[in-house]
């Protein structure tokens, strides 16, 4: 009976899983799993399905936060994570631009090979602690003195649930510095679709066959569908009851966490 | 002949001024006077035209900002200053508000007898140094807390410039907030209509009879002739010849700086 509502789940070859509110709860001392949720990334694992994490983590280089997750119990490796800051170097080596960045000290390694002389853009992180006065407004001067400005921003998040309690994210930094200057960011993360693009070409897996599992009703849910994939919605981490009734995004399904979606998603394997 | 595409000064029987980059250009060791301006107030004064300061200045007490400006050679008083924190303290008593201050050090006096208990409200200054995560953390968490989040902004300002180069000013911050907890902020200052009909009201003169003079084309320029007053961009402070070319508001003049517009208005009476 209750598998009567869960068409979603067939035809699955891989996931999309968010990781923060999915995989664990972050906090300043590194976080702790959500209950069962290592054990559901062993099943699916096991199960066969292919599996990518899709994550807008920017305070750490992709091996450091694979090593948080292993040290947790994930079984996960760095070709596994798909996030914001290689997606942005691309983009840089592509369009030839030469950053500034306002990142986390701990996320600078991801820029190593990319040249940093003489700034032609502002790339914009989860930098917490680095989100000072002085540093927002170096950043500001910067693009205010661009003949045409140009501001990466590495996701949109309006704020994210730490142990220690709630704290604002990019996107509300994002959003100072496009008032301030007048322009509009360049997102690179989800919910944009190149970036979700990136991750099923990692994942291997067309749209029409992967599920992206995510705590974020717009960043996670909204962008996805908007890719052509299902995507399900769980209640831990940020989600709030209230997202059950946003107006313009409805998940395929809710589930209670990682552990019951994947429960679900094997049975109709 | 350079009186021709004056009519703009007629009949004019008081003015309000901006103050930072009219006055003086303000810095972090306080700031310089514009040349010609202290001698323009002076004049203003002996010609008996009414005078009151319109300011979103928000980063010290009425009484300290005067001694500021006295210490300049200003001859100006404490009543001929419109500001936006005494505005705010008189919203907050009429609707029963108990204020989280996010504001600069030297203004906390202004709310000296406002209760701030158990805050229902936060109200956002220039804080400068004290924008620091930590405290932008802590606003945005008391919000996101509240049933109805009430956020009241001193001002909308996107930017200023002190004489060690470009800040972020409070409308940037009130973005952040903004953006964060999806609401939207009431800003007392200019370019209110309440702000300036207050600062109208100080002055004793009606928006016919009244010429506002700031060096911010939105704020002073546009606020002020929407409540039916002629207004001057002085070509000082933040003014930039872009502005000349501004889409939507365009000033009744451009002026060099205060003393010109003050010779050609005295020479009106």
Redesign the interface.
Known sequence: AAMAGCGWARAVRGLLLDVSGVLYDSGPDGGVPIAGSVEAVRRIKASGLKLQLCTNETQATRESFVRKLRAMGFDVSVAEVTAPAPAACGLLKERGLRPHLLVHDDLVPEFAEIDKTNPNCVVLGDA??N???AN??EA??LL?GMEKPVLISLGKG??YKETD?????V???M????????IQAEVVGKPAKRFFESALAELGVPAEQAIMIGDDIVSDVGGAQQCGMRALQVRTGKYRPSDEKHPEVKPDAYVNNLAEAVDIILQQL
Chains 1, 2 share one sequence.
């Open positions: 917490a602690e989100f000072t006065y927002l407004n500001f001067r205010i309006r704020y309690g709630l704290k604002l994210d996107g509300a930094y959003k100072a510095l496009e008032y301030a200057c007048d």
